[in-house]
Structure formats: C-alpha cells, structure tokens
C-alpha cells in the first residue's frame, strides 16, 4: 500500500488515512499491529471511528478533516458488509454501519449539506445519520471520506424487493397490488422534497438553458454509444426527441432545491415495512460542480418514476411474465406514486415545488443516461434501455 498522503487519528492505535490508487484517491483504514496495515473487519477502525464520534457530538475540524458527529453511542462488533463501485461497508455491533470511501469524489461534495439540512427538518426516511468525515485536499474542495448510518437489519436493495412486487403483481394478474408500495414510495420522496423545501430557490433562465443544453449534450453521446437496438430508434428519431428537451427552457422561474439528483429504485431500501432513501452523493455522471447545483424536484420524481419502467423490463428478463399483465402491473406503479407523491406534497404545503411538465422529457433523458452508462460500464444493461425508449417514445402524452 502506498504511503497515505494524509491521515486522522483515531482512538487505540487507528487511523483513516487517504491514499494515492490507481483510480484516484481512497479512504483507507488503518490499523497499527508492530506497524502500520491496512485494517480489515474484526481489526476495530470502524469501532475506533464511532469512539470518536460518541466522544464529542457536534462538528469540529482537525488538519484537513472534519468530523461530523450527530451520536454519542459506541459501538462493538465488526463484520464486513460488502464492497460496492464506491463504499466499503463494515456493520458494527448491528447498529451502526460504517462506510468507508474506497473512490473519493473530487469535491465540492453534496452529501454533507443535504444529509445535515434533511436531519435538522427531521426526516426519517433514511437511515438515521451518526455522522460523517469530509477531507479537503490543499486548494481543493471538500469531499466525503467515511459516513456512519443506521444499520437497517434485513434491508433489501430497490432492485431486488421492487422486482419482486412487480413480479408477483404480474404473475398473479393483480396490478393493484403493487399500488401500496407505489404509494409508499411516493409518500417517501414527497417528504423528502419538503424536507428539503429550506434550500428552495428559484431557477433562472441561464439555468434552463444550461439544462436543455444538457440534455441535447447527452442525446448527442447516447446516439453515439454504438450498435445497439435503442442506440438505432435514437438515431431515427433524434429530431423528435430533441424536441420533447424544449419543455426545459420552461423551468426558468420554476423552484430548485438541493434534490437527491440520482434517484431511482436501487436507492431506496426496504426494511420490513420501512422505506428509506440513500446515497446523497449525487448524480456520478456530472461534474462536482454540477452534482452540487440546486435541481428542479421533478427531476427526482422522473428518475424514481422511469425506474419502475426499468423494474418491468428487468422482472421480464427473469420471469416468463404476460406482457398484458406486466404492462398493467408497471403502469398501475407509475401512476401510484405519481399521484401519491402530488397528493402528499400538496397536504404537507408544498404543491408550488414541482411543475410537472418536463416530466417526460426528464424521464427520457434518464434514458439516455442509462444508455450511456451501459455502453461505457456496464455493456450487459443495456437491455433495459434498448427496451424502455421505444415505449416511452410511442406511450401517451402522460407522464
């Protein structure tokens, strides 16, 4: 391992060192045993973290880093949780989870913001945050180094327990029942958005022009990705979808806040009857200047409805599903938590946030997007925006 280019001590012999990769930057934790190592679970850094945390509640600033701490619990007990493109995950004492940063973002990070503002409205559709550890490299910006969370015992990831509700809505003929889990979810991101209602502000017409400017920015790069079936219906229909993105030059005056900004099914877990929004770190394919910029609420809402199109097309890769019952299943979803998420904004005050007219046209850029990310990193996704484009191109002028 490389020598760490910085570091925080931590209590008994620990430290969270970051390090020089081959892909950048990582949070590493360390261990000293006769010398330093790179710590493992069982080893007690992500226990040494939370010591740290519990000893002093607030925010302070040592070197570099600043620790924020929201808890004044310690935990005992590792086990590791797995790796993901962005996290190692340690669970200590089935509290707490400790997510050390294995690929740091280049700063200005949005989590920190985000993650404070929705704690103090008192949001709880996330896992409660214990705290978290930013680092800023000399004449950079902040960037996010570890987190602790809640650990949720038995969370299931969005594209698991979602498949299945789609799955067996479809199999057994019964499109109404998803709809409670639709609400749910729309129930869940309406709070989100009014929680975040104290970073509101309102878009300007360089924003809305920057916005449809990036939109036919990554029609462009989708049209561009290669062979495949919905890279050909792009390029036939270019003209067309260019001109669905002019509804974003309509956003001038509409209202911005700090959103979630990558939001879609995979980022909300399910714990029992428990949903709960994670992962703050914004959208991975924009700049860090732009991950940070306020964003119109329905682009949350696009993403989180598009999604439910994509958890149809996957349950039918697994399932031998009735295309009728399948198409019944994810438009009863759609609508579910469209019309939730109106409802429960509207009774919580806040109806003003969210002009719905782009909807569509965000919808497709999510589209786009993930055409593109598959192509470039995950050449074995791309089925699902081969087959989501032509429906929503050809579906009803809904949303």
Not at 90 to 105: N, P, R, S, Y
Not at 129 to 151: F, H, K, M, R, S
Not at 165 to 170: I, L
Not at 316 to 335: G, H, I, Q, V
């Amino acid at each position: 391992m490389a020598d760490p280019l910085d570091w925080l001590d931590l209590p008994g012999g620990h430290r969270l060192a970051v390090v020089a990769v081959a892909a950048g930057l990582a949070a590493t934790p360390m261990v000293y045993r006769d010398e330093w190592r790179r710590a493992l679970p069982g080893d007690g850094t992500a226990e040494a973290l939370l010591d740290m945390l519990a000893a002093q509640p607030g925010s302070r600033t040592i070197g570099r880093f600043t620790v924020r701490s929201w808890t004044s619990r310690p935990a005992r007990t590792e086990r590791p949780m797995g790796v993901d493109q962005t996290n190692e995950s340690v669970i200590v004492g089935d509290t707490a989870v400790v997510k050390w940063a294995t690929h740091l973002q280049n700063g200005p990070h949005p989590a920190p913001r985000r993650i404070t503002v929705l704690r103090e409205a008192g949001f709880t559709g996330m896992p409660a945050p214990w705290g978290l550890v930013t680092w800023q490299p000399a004449g950079g910006n902040e960037t996010v180094v570890a987190y602790v969370d809640e650990y949720l015992p038995g969370a299931v990831d969005g594209w698991t327990w979602a498949v299945e509700a789609m799955t067996s809505a479809a199999l057994d003929g019964d499109p109404d029942a998803i709809t409670p889990t639709a609400q749910a979810l729309g129930t869940l991101i309406a709070d989100l958005h009014a929680a975040l209602a104290a970073t509101a502000s309102i878009a300007t017409e360089t924003d809305a022009r920057r916005w449809h400017r990036a939109a036919l920015d990554t029609l462009e790069t989708a049209c561009a990705t290669g062979d495949s079936a919905g890279g050909a219906v792009l390029r036939a229909r270019r003209a067309e979808v260019a001109s669905e993105f002019g509804i974003l030059l309509a956003l001038a005056g509409a209202t911005v806040l700090d959103g979630h900004g990558d939001l879609h099914v995979g980022q909300v877990l399910r714990s029992g009857d428990r949903f709960s929004v994670t992962d703050f770190d914004g959208n991975p394919v924009l700049t860090a200047a732009e991950r940070v910029k306020p964003i119109p609420p329905v682009v949350d809402v696009a993403g989180m409805a598009q999604s439910l199109s994509h958890v149809a097309i996957v349950a039918r890769r697994y399932t031998d599903l009735d295309p009728s019952e399948l198409n019944a299943a994810e438009s009863t979803a759609r609508r579910a938590f469209l019309d939730t998420y109106a409802t429960r904004l509207r009774m919580l005050g806040h109806a003003a946030l969210v002009d719905p007219r782009p909807l569509r046209a965000l919808r497709l850029v999510q589209v786009l997007r993930e055409m593109i990310y598959a192509a470039e990193h995950l050449p074995r996704w791309m089925y699902v925006p081969d087959a989501a484009l032509p429906v929503l191109l050809d579906e009803e002028r809904t949303p």
